[in-house]
């Protein structure tokens, strides 16, 4: 076995790559020409641009489907603020945490612990009191007499796990300093967040907003126009390559950064192959293994209460076709939680999580009005049968559902939902 191996490393050594510069696939590449966000990239600048004359820019609040250019953008703005402080010697610092990272924005306690580490501040990872943290992250502001710019990317996912007082508490730390101001820059792929916001956390907050679009078919061949000249080798690039790459990605909600990743493991399926030219049909093979792959891991790492959702929609629309809405949805729904032991959300909460679902491109559902009866959303599954029925399976055993017969989903792929136990505790139980 070990001389195999010798002998394909060897092989490997030797062939001739598709890839020239595989560093621009890279989610944290910076690209030196943003394309198709000169108005956005402006906006931002305006906004944050008196942090250089030692004053306190707005809050910030920047939303927009995911791989629209926002994170890109904003660490574009900041990194050149950043660089001409430091030319000027002006007191800016720049703040940056990822929300969406556990052990790092989990809890209140986390984030503000993670926030004292990067102004230089060691701390346990636990054990304080929340006051007592709150105190030694003040006091490492105020030393550094600086305008300090927070950017918490995801932070809708810090507001879902420490709830939205955090926010609170951030922004009344102004009131504490004299010498330093902090400002907050928000990045969100939830446009609705604020709305589930505290009025006191909104009315403190008083940010600007600013929505990044998705981008189209054509804006997304140019990004990746621009990054296949520097990734891969010349002529490597079967025709027609880049503009399929495109209008997959613009058929799933105008993501730039699925397109990028799409392009790069389409490269890597042509060269274990062998290949020296990167095909439509590694294309058509790299969108499927994603699709499954992205689904799958998303699907699992849903609360319960989401997964609950999820699976009453796969079981009405694996039942009948046709647009479902929201009142049926929620029918089955709390069918789903009676037999799993959830303790059923309310209707509107429902409809956010279906609203969250749209967002990442699992379902689509648009808001549609019924005059004098309100409004409710149109809901279609956007994903391959094939995909659905291993969904199904991921939920069935997350939420420990088994298979039984059951009149409203009698002929579906999904298995309707069982739960024999159903005590006191279990019914009680909100699986967050």
Do not use: W
């Not at 699992?300 to 079981?315: F, G, M, W």
Request: include cysteine; proline fraction near 4%.
């Amino acid at each position: 076995m070990k001389a195999g191996l010798d002998s394909f490393f060897e092989n490997y050594l030797e062939s001739k790559s598709v890839f020239k510069d595989k560093k621009v696939f890279q989610p944290n590449f910076m690209p030196e020409d943003f394309a198709h966000r000169d108005e956005q990239l402006s906006i931002i600048a305006n906004i944050l641009a008196p942090c250089l004359r030692k004053e306190k820019p707005s809050n910030l609040f920047v939303y927009g489907k995911t791989g629209t250019g926002k994170t890109l953008s904003v660490a574009h703005v900041t990194s050149s603020l950043l660089k001409l402080s430091l030319q000027r010697s002006l007191p800016l610092s720049i703040v940056s945490v990822n929300c969406k990272l556990r052990r790092v924005a989990d809890t209140e306690y986390r984030l503000i612990a993670e926030l004292c580490r990067q102004l230089d501040r060691e701390v346990p990872a636990t054990g304080l009191p929340t006051e007592e943290i709150y105190s030694i992250f003040t006091k490492a502001l105020e030393s550094r007499g600086q305008v300090v710019i927070l950017v918490l990317d995801e932070i809708d996912y810090l507001v879902a796990k420490a709830g939205s007082g955090i926010l609170y508490n951030l922004t009344r730390i102004n009131s504490q300093l004299k010498n330093t101001q902090l400002s907050i820059v928000g990045i969100s792929n939830d446009l609705m967040f604020t709305e589930y916001l505290d009025p006191r956390v909104k009315s403190s907050l008083s940010e600007e907003e600013l929505i990044f679009p998705p981008y189209n078919a054509l804006q997304i061949q140019s990004i990746l126009n621009q990054r296949a000249k520097t990734a891969f080798e010349k002529d490597a690039l079967e025709s027609g390559v880049l503009e399929k790459c495109a209008a997959f990605a613009a058929r799933e909600h105008g993501d730039a950064r699925r397109a990028i990743e799409l392009l790069r493991v389409a490269g890597e399926i042509a060269e274990r192959e062998g290949a020296s030219l990167v095909s439509l049909s590694n294309l058509d093979h790299a969108q499927e293994k994603i699709e499954h792959d992205r689904i799958e891991d998303v699907v699992a790492a849903q609360p319960k209460q989401y997964q609950a959702v999820l699976l009453a929609v796969l079981r009405l629309s694996n039942h009948r076709n046709g647009f479902l809405f929201t009142g049926e949805v929620y029918e089955v729904y709390s069918m789903v939680c009676d037999r799993s032991g959830l303790r059923p959300l309310t209707q509107r909460r429902v409809s956010d999580i279906i609203a969250e679902y749209d967002m990442l491109g699992i379902i689509n559902a648009k808001i549609i009005s019924k005059g004098r009866y309100g409004r409710t959303r149109e809901i279609q599954m956007s994903l391959a049968p094939s995909i659905q029925d291993k969904v199904c399976k991921i939920l069935e055993r997350s939420l420990d559902i088994g298979p039984v017969q059951d009149v409203a989903v009698s002929d579906n792929q999904c298995s309707p939902p069982v739960n024999d136990s159903s005590s006191d505790d279990q019914k009680d139980k909100e699986d967050s």
